[in-house]
């Protein structure tokens, strides 16, 4: 499996949660990652992608200013920092990479490989 989630889970309005992804089987550097997520009866959404040195980030409207993207290409990992969170933003979040060049980002269908999801639920 070529990425794994983990860190989803329960939190409060208000709150903060950081979900993690980590990568196997392919040369991690070669790949833009994002995070999307999903709710029920919704599409899959863009949320934040990032670079592949990690200098370039990018972010859904919805989530600019309270989430924050990073990665660490030493360690084949890619989290999101979620802080100030709502109950809008209770979805399955999944990582996602894409090695096309140039990258579109907000596109799910460009990326090449998806981790089987976390679930995120924000509620009190």
């Known amino acids: 499996v070529p990425l794994v989630e983990s860190g989803g889970g329960l939190v409060q309005p208000g709150g903060s949660l950081r979900v993690s992804c980590a990568a196997s089987?392919?040369?991690?550097?070669?790949?833009?990652m994002a995070w999307f997520r999903q709710a029920p009866g919704k599409e899959r959404e863009f949320v934040a992608g990032?670079?592949?040195?990690?200098?370039?980030?990018y972010y859904a409207d919805s989530v600019k200013g309270r989430f924050t993207i990073s990665r660490d290409n030493a360690k084949n990992t890619v989290d999101l920092q979620m802080n100030v969170l709502k109950p809008e933003d209770t979805a399955v979040y999944y990582c996602?990479?894409?090695?096309?060049?140039?990258?579109?980002?907000?596109?799910?269908?460009?990326?090449?490989?998806w981790g089987q999801g976390t679930q995120v639920t924000v509620s009190s």
């Open positions: 089987g392919f040369v991690f550097t070669n790949f833009v």
């Open positions: 990032i670079s592949w040195s990690g200098g370039r980030t």
């Open positions: 996602a990479a894409d090695g096309a060049y140039p990258p579109s980002y907000y596109s799910a269908q460009d990326y090449d490989y």
